[in-house]
């Protein structure tokens, strides 16, 4: 899921990316996550069920999107446990198509897919940009017209944007990739609580993002999607298992 955003014609939307029992690429838009009944607010590597509509919200025509019937959603059990080097996790990851971000552009114009999985050949940094630390006047109007009806859930701004430098097989210079997720979100608001610092939470998530999840004892993956309409691709999630070797494969 990205980090929410307020949505004048919602209270906030989060776009959520997953795959199917079939292995196919699916998002899911709009979704007001942190407004919808507790029961129904799923987790990460968590299955669910719910209807959507055979189409994307109003012009999205990517190939994966769909409009989703939010009172419908209902959790399948827990989260996908991250045990024995989180092997349930990879049996349904490592069976996915992986690509080249070059690769993915190409599929992006020929077929309007919009989700895929790039495994960079060698994450180079994270590089952080200042950014406005308020909402645009248009949403901050939007908070004030909600609280006419109820109370808004406090949302606030990241005030840095995160990227990923990386490169891939067939490129021949490093690119750099917009981080979205709502886990990175989450860690810079944490991290700033606890520091009492903007820079210093900053730092922080670039420790997480660099220093631990794109490590070299790490398998690191990029769960990637475009930004529509365009064919520019940003970093939606991570998937960073353990990197394992021939042997240990065949011990699990």
Excluded at 15 to 20: D, E, K, P, R
Excluded at 26 to 37: E, G, N
């Amino acid at each position: 899921m990205t980090y929410p955003h307020p949505k004048q014609s919602h209270d906030e939307v989060v776009c959520t990316a997953g795959v199917t029992q079939t292995g196919e690429w699916i998002r899911l838009f709009p979704v007001d996550y942190r407004y919808l009944p507790v029961e129904q607010q799923f987790r990460k590597y968590q299955w669910i069920e719910l209807d959507v509509r055979p189409h994307g919200y109003k012009a999205d025509a990517r190939k994966e999107s769909r409009e989703p019937r939010l009172n419908s959603i209902q959790l399948m059990g827990d989260p996908i446990s991250s045990a024995r080097k989180w092997q349930a996790r990879r049996e349904i990851i490592d069976r996915l198509p992986h690509y080249t971000v070059k690769q993915l552009m190409h599929l992006h114009e020929k077929e309007r897919i919009s989700l895929g999985v790039v495994r960079p050949k060698r994450v180079l940094d994270v590089e952080i940009s200042p950014t406005d630390r308020d909402w645009e006047p248009k949403y901050r109007q939007l908070f004030q017209q909600l609280r006419l009806f109820r109370e808004p859930l406090p949302l606030r701004k990241i005030p840095f944007e995160f990227r990923y430098v990386f490169e891939c097989e067939d490129d021949d210079k490093p690119r750099r990739a917009l981080i979205t997720d709502w886990e990175l979100g989450a860690l810079y608001l944490k991290e700033e609580t606890r520091l009492g610092s903007d820079q210093a939470a900053a730092d922080s998530v670039r420790s997480k993002f660099l220093g631990e999840i794109c490590r070299d004892d790490k398998d690191t993956r990029f769960f990637m999607g475009t930004v529509f309409p365009h064919n520019t691709w940003i970093v939606v999630g991570t998937f960073w298992p353990p990197r394992i070797t021939e042997h240990q494969a065949t011990l699990f």
